[in-house]
């Protein structure tokens, strides 16, 4: 992590999302053979990047399709023509489920949906009954400890929803689906390889019981992206779908899983002003967002680390307001006009924020849209 370089986007206004687009590169290049050595197809979520130029390098190293949040997220990306979509939320509107079935009809997009209670899947049928596309692929959520959605694994809900969608003719049973986002909160990386694996063993036994009762499971998708780069095994595992490593931030590096090198996301800003505590940047939380880290995790002190150019040790954004962000100066002198590189905790709520990023290579910077900001619905 550094400064940019003074000569480096000297005309841009600030502040402004950089994105090294090396880094970027090599992100997207190791995870896709790390997927490869595994055995298990990457299906990179998008919320991180939410831009169609960047869904295209994934897909193009090797990605088998991709991963959406929202219906509006999704959208944009079967409209670009991306050929395979799993949307990892639950469905509970009837306008959301008619809007991504006809979007995948007309771009003939490979769409996949998630499901974990016996009112999503009756929705789905209703919804689906009167259409004749391709039946959506749909997978069961499976709670494997953040305890947000899915059925816990125990769950004789399971073999109830498993049978009812292998039996449907509008609906092509995948199998299931986890997130083990607790992740977030572990100590260090030999902690998150434990989630990992019990992530896996527990998916796998899973599907190994409803193979005893008579099911085929095609699939078992799992992911995150610290589990993904701490894991030891994949075994039984057909897919991945870690997010954020195609921009990395201080959560993963906190978690000691990747070198300071990896992170390509960073926001110029400039000094507006300063006082003998602080330095005031020009980006706050409508910027930086508040966020401590995916899930509120605690371990990551301030809102982002600040690189001024000539001065070695980054500063802390200890505080922010809307449109500030107060960096503790720590006796450096810093003045109103310089330029401070901050690298913050979360870069998905960061990039959701923003319309647009700049892709920085070769000293130089060219913009591209963040197609879905916003896309929240
Ligand atoms: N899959 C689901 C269902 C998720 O909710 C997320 C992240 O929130 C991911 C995959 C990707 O995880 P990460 O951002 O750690 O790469």
């Known amino acids: 992590l550094h400064a940019l370089p003074p000569e480096v986007g000297t005309g841009l206004e ?18 896709q053979a790390l997927a490869d050595a595994a055995g298990v197809a990457l299906r990179p979520h998008v919320k991180t990047h939410k831009s169609i130029v960047v869904a295209r390098q994934q897909t193009a190293a090797g990605a088998a399709g ?45 769409l996949r949906l ?51 969608i292998a039996g449907s003719p509008r609906l092509d049973w995948r199998g299931l689906l ?20 019990d992530e896996r063993r527990c998916l796998t036994g899973l599907a190994a019981r409803l193979r005893r009762a008579g099911m085929d499971v095609p699939e078992c998708s799992v992911g995150s992206t610290p589990t993904v780069l701490a894991a ?7 897919e991945i779908r870690p997010g954020n490593y195609v921009f990395m931030d201080r959560t993963p ?37 508040t ?32 449109e500030h962000g107060f960096v503790e100066a720590n006796g450096i002198r810093l003045q109103p006009g310089d330029r401070l590189r901050v690298y913050p905790n979360h870069a998905c709520p960061v990039v959701n924020l923003a319309r647009a990023f700049y892709f920085l290579e070769d000293g130089r910077l060219t913009a591209a849209a963040v197609d879905a900001a916003g896309r929240v619905r």
Do not use: W
């Open 14 to 31: 600030t502040p402004a999302l950089i994105v090294d687009r090396r880094i970027m590169q090599a992100n997207i290049d190791r995870m």
């Open 66 to 110: 991709l991963t959406a949040a929202k219906v509006g997220e999704a959208l944009v990306f079967i409209a670009a023509g991306l050929p395979s979509v799993t949307l990892a939320y639950p469905l509970l509107s009837t306008t959301g489920l008619d809007r991504i079935l006809a979007a995948a009809d007309r771009q003939a997009c490979d």
């Open 114 to 164: 998630i499901v974990d209670s016996l009112e999503g899947l009756s929705l789905l049928e209703r919804r689906v009954a009167g259409f004749s596309g391709r039946p959506p692929g749909v997978f069961i959520k499976i709670d494997v400890g953040l305890h947000r959605c899915g059925r816990p694994p125990e769950d004789p809900l399971i073999l109830t929803l498993a049978r009812r």
């Open 178 to 197: 986890s997130h083990a986002g607790q992740v977030y909160a572990a100590a260090d990386a030999q902690e998150a390889a434990c989630i990992a694996e």
């Open 232 to 238: 030891a095994r994949f075994e039984g595992l057909t």
């Open 253 to 289: 590096l906190r978690l000691g899983l990747i070198a300071p090198s990896q992170v390509a996301l960073s926001v110029l800003t400039t000094v507006v002003s300063v006082n003998p505590r602080y330095a005031i940047i020009d980006a706050g939380s409508k910027t930086l967002s």
């Open 291 to 322: 966020d401590r880290g995916a899930h509120g995790t605690s371990g990551i002190s301030g809102y982002g680390l600040a690189y001024a150019p000539h001065v070695r040790d980054p500063l802390v954004v200890t505080k922010l307001s809307e």
